[in-house]
């Protein structure tokens, strides 16, 4: 991005904030692959409000959808849309990553460019839950992060149960070598799914035994809960509550995980959310968990919260293909597994 547009937006939103009397001084700025974020001072005692009142004004002037204002580190900042964003891609992150800790999943770009990494079996994590509208990327943002589980572990490892409702969502993770049976496809087959699961978890509970680990993706959560009704709560509810300790883990996906919808009781047992973009305010708070994260300003298209234990980080998510990834998920299929690694990752050059 070149520096004289750079200044050029810095001194528009000097202008709107000198228009409504509140004094200050953009003095730097964060470029991001999707947006950019304004470093803003004001004059000692001038209230934060005053400057994230003129969000929509800012956003009016530079010509943007909107515009997100909050403070950080002792500095307002101001963030908004790239006109060009850029993508953020999976491999080519998982190769500049390299090796990763056992069971961890890339997520994508913090604010400050750094890779941002998920451990499973942190006591601060076990299972995940994702949330967020059509068009949000919530599907492939959980896709993306169980292609890189399995990038980095081997079925010895890491096994994997996709239940998939409508079908679409896991379908290029099929060939993966750690996927169990086949997608669970339709409600009828992601009940039996979870109900093989919760099995599984007891007779691992009565041999003392967690290995291997065996995470469990489901799409459309709300969806598979309307269709399957009680059995399928109660299944969920009881591998969010014991599943840690039989290693099995949960990464659900939702549009809206409304009371209604997804019982208070389930979302208890889902310490973290990674959410996108939503409709309302009110929307923002049921997915989050806590209010005012800002979510209902986020852009879309991989633009998530990371929520965990009260804290909130923005970050863009990795994507693939889903070419890119049901090609890679058949070579690790039908090639030796630490040889194929390290084979996709010189690719990558």
């Known amino acids: 991005m070149r520096r004289r547009q750079l200044e050029m937006q810095s001194d528009r939103i000097e202008a709107v904030m000198a228009s409504h009397r509140v004094p200050g001084r953009v003095w730097g ?36 959808r909107s515009a997100r204002v909050y403070r950080q580190n002792g500095a307002i ?34 604010e400050e460019g750094t890779p941002l990494l998920l451990r499973l079996p942190s006591p601060d994590v076990v299972h995940v839950l994702v949330a967020g509208t059509t068009g ?9 992060l169980l292609f890189s589980l399995a990038f980095y572990n081997s079925p010895d490892v890491l096994r994997l149960v ?8 896991f379908g290029p993770l099929a060939e993966l070598p750690h996927v169990i049976g086949r997608v669970a496809a339709g409600p009828e087959l992601g009940g039996k799914a979870l109900a093989w699961l919760v099995k599984e978890m007891e007779r691992r509970d009565a041999a ?90 986020l852009l879309g298209r991989g633009d998530f919260l990371l929520v965990a234990r009260g804290d909130v980080l923005r970050f863009q998510a990795a994507y693939a293909a889903d070419e890119e990834v049901a090609e890679a998920a058949r070579q690790l299929r039908h090639q030796s597994y630490p040889q194929l690694t390290g084979q996709i990752q010189a690719s990558l050059h």
């Open 136 to 144: 949000s990327g919530k599907t492939a943002l959980a896709r993306s």
């Open 162 to 169: 996709l239940i998939d409702p409508k079908g679409r969502g």
């Open 29 to 64: 700025a964060t470029i991001t692959p999707r947006f950019i974020r304004f470093q803003v001072t004001t004059a000692i005692g001038t209230r934060v409000n005053k400057v994230s009142d003129l969000s929509e004004e800012i956003a009016l002037s530079l010509g943007v």
């Open 208 to 297: 003392d035994i967690s290995s291997p680990t065996i995470v469990a993706g489901v799409d459309e959560l709300a969806d598979l809960l309307v269709t399957g009704g009680k059995a399928v709560e109660l299944a969920l509810i009881r591998l969010a509550q014991r599943g840690r300790q039989a290693g099995i883990h949960l990464i659900a996906c939702t549009q809206k995980p409304s009371a209604e919808l997804v019982s208070g009781l389930l979302k208890a047992n889902f310490p973290v959310r990674l959410v996108g973009a939503v409709a309302s305010p009110e929307d923002a708070k049921v997915a989050s968990g806590i209010a005012a994260t800002g979510a209902e300003k």
């Open 77 to 110: 900042q101001v963030e908004v849309p790239r006109e060009q964003p850029e993508a953020v891609r999976l491999l080519p992150l998982c190769q500049r990553v390299g090796e990763a800790p056992p069971l961890t999943a890339v997520l994508g770009l913090d």
